[in-house]
């Protein structure tokens, strides 16, 4: 008696499962350890220290070839499902009030970060990958929009890790200069908060940037910088489009190869976030999701750490950091004269 198509999948599944399980595990553990670590010091997040720790357990031992499946495993589909739960911090009506308010400053930045990226990447002699990896990052959302790209884009490893490095560190730096900044331009904490939220990339160094400045800045920048998160959707569309053509895909773009090309957790993205706005869904389970949506990035980067190829950073030098300081300025500045120029500084 042939097995039903049922009973084929669920074994095909399980033996995924029974595949993938070890380094999964492992990828789960160091996450659970750079949660912890987070929430210590919660200037850190949880990102970095879990690719920190994933780079530092492969550097001992390296991934066998049992524990292989699992680590690619969670820097790839682990990855897209965070991407995925991402949309439940957002809803349309935020989307459409924050967007009126900031969509400007927003683009301006962002247009000018990634060209910039390609520009002075290219001045600097870093390959495509890492300067769109860099790019991006710091034009849109740090390890999320990195997080997103990487699947289009397939880079390296090492690449990933190097980008995901040098946007954090200049996170950091933006901690501490831009309440400054603020302080001494005299902005109101609504200004300041559209600053913060479009200039700083990752979410827990806008809370703390916004916190330096004044506790009334602090929820206009969480706000701006959630909705700044959107622009992931059209740059990984665009950079979809763009790695087809590269492949040498030059068939008729139509709309129906456009709709292919998308990713499937971008449509993910958009359906969650669809779903957050109905106000159907309880508060607790939105704060669940987004917790469990950064868990996952954790998880992914462990994974990424555990496949990073230190060699390959040794080799890319100091360029690819001196290309995310020159982009971070940049973002800063443009974000600054755009703002001075809408009438939104003071």
């Known amino acids: 008696m042939q097995p039903t198509p049922r009973i084929r999948l669920l074994a095909r599944l399980a033996a995924r499962g029974r595949t993938v399980a070890p380094g999964l595990l492992i990828c789960l553990a160091i996450a659970a350890v750079a949660t912890m670590i987070g929430r210590v010091v919660p200037l850190v997040g949880s990102v970095i220290p879990a690719m920190a720790i994933g780079i530092v357990v492969a550097l001992i031992h390296k991934p066998s070839a049992r524990v292989k499946p699992g680590v690619a495993y969670a820097g790839t589909f682990v990855l897209q499902l965070a991407v995925v739960l991402l949309g439940a911090q957002l809803t349309l009506s935020v989307i459409v009030v924050v967007g009126v308010q900031s969509l400007p400053v927003m683009l301006c ?29 710091t034009g849109i959302c740090g390890a999320s929009a990195i997080a997103a790209v990487s699947p289009i884009v397939k880079p390296k490893h090492s690449d990933i890790a190097y980008a995901i490095s040098t946007v954090f560190l200049f996170n950091i730096v933006a901690v501490v200069v831009f309440p400054v900044i603020g302080h001494a331009l005299g902005m109101t904490p609504h200004a300041f908060g559209l600053f913060a939220g479009t200039a700083v990339n990752d979410a827990s160094s806008v809370v703390a940037a916004a ?32 790695e087809a053509r590269r492949s040498g895909d030059r068939g008729t773009l139509n709309g129906r190869r456009l709709f292919a090309m998308i990713p499937w957790f971008l449509f993910g993205f958009l359906i969650v976030a669809a779903i957050a706005s109905t106000g159907l869904v309880p508060g607790r389970v939105i704060a669940s999701a987004t917790h469990v949506s950064v868990f996952l990035v954790a998880t992914a980067l462990a994974g990424i750490g555990m496949s990073t190829d230190i060699a390959a950073i040794r080799t890319a030098g100091t360029r690819p950091l001196l290309l995310g300081g020159i982009l971070s300025v940049t973002v800063a500045l443009t974000t600054l004269a755009t703002m001075l120029l809408t009438g939104r500084i003071g």
């Open 109 to 137: 930045s962002l247009i000018i970060c990634l060209l910039a990226a390609q520009l002075i990447g290219r001045a600097l002699r870093i390959d495509r990958d890492m300067r769109t990896l860099i790019g991006v990052g």
């Open 211 to 242: 916190a330096g400045f004044s506790s009334a800045a602090l929820g206009f920048a969480v706000v701006v910088k959630l909705v700044r998160t959107l622009m992931i959707i059209p740059i990984s569309v665009t950079l979809a489009v763009s």
